[in-house]
């Protein structure tokens, strides 16, 4: 898999590889904090979970499963923003980097969030 995600990032242009590695820091980072918050929180009788609906399956059944199915999914959206500035279409061709900013935004969110459920976990159980 790293293999394929330099190939990625080294076929690109400078602006590609830019926001390949900008996608895949701010995904690993939420993937990382998610499984922190899932191992730091512990609630008596109850069980925490992902509650982003797309990510739950993996996130929630160990971190080698969730680190692999982030890196297949920042190889995944960098092949298509790859395709995307490629295209015959115009339009498409001037948007090739908005899947990818997107998810650097929603990534951001979920860190963000993740931290935030954990200090105030670790607060409210000390």
Known sequence: ????????????SRP???LNVA?????????????RYLDNCIQPGRRCWERNLVTRPFQSHGKPLAYVTTGLGVVGVSAIAH???RSDNRVIRRIWWLPQAALIGAHAWGIHNNLSLDERHKRHHR
């Not at 996608?23 to 904090?33: G, L, Q």
């Open 1 to 12: 898999m790293t293999t394929c995600m330099l190939f990625l990032i080294l076929c690109q």
């Open 16 to 18: 590609g590889a830019v």
């Open 23 to 35: 996608h895949a820091a701010a995904a690993f980072t939420d993937t990382w904090s998610t499984q």
């Open 83 to 85: 395709r995307m500035r």
